[in-house]
């Protein structure tokens, strides 16, 4: 079992950025593809970007793609998102999911652990 831990949200104004970090325990971090996922108030689980087990392979949503970049290190068991160019629309609770897997995957009933989530707020 994985046990993750996201952090890193917060407010902040529209074009600024913020780090997200999500610290896994338990099994081995390096044996599992992460993904982050973002839930906007009545809007259903939306895939934001994924990582390759090995760290080589990234992927990402449309939506995120050239202001967002995913990566992990597996020597401190944490993955991260960096978010630039924020904007109000993306407000919204981010959760860290462990796929165990090589690959990522955009599915989110792929994953087969999840953190608690972490709030970001973008004003404008």
């Known amino acids: 079992q994985v046990q993750l831990v996201e952090s890193g949200g917060g407010l902040v104004q529209a074009g600024g950025s913020l780090r997200l970090s999500c610290a896994a325990s338990?099994?081995?971090?390096?044996?599992?593809?992460m993904g982050w996922f973002r839930q906007a108030p009545e809007k259903e689980r939306e895939f934001v970007a994924a990582?390759?087990?090995?760290?080589?392979?990234?992927y990402y949503a449309d939506s995120v793609k050239g202001r967002f970049t995913i990566s992990r290190d597996n020597a401190k068991n944490t993955v991260y998102l960096q978010m630039n160019s924020l904007k109000p629309e993306d407000t919204a609770v981010y959760y860290c999911?462990?796929?165990?897997?090589?690959?990522?995957?955009?599915?989110?009933?792929?994953?087969?652990?999840w953190g608690q989530g972490t709030q970001v707020t973008v004003s404008s």
């Open positions: 338990g099994d081995t971090f390096s044996s599992y593809a």
């Open positions: 999911a462990a796929r165990s897997s090589i690959s990522g995957s955009s599915r989110s009933s792929e994953y087969d652990y």
């Open positions: 990582i390759w087990r090995s760290g080589a392979i990234t």
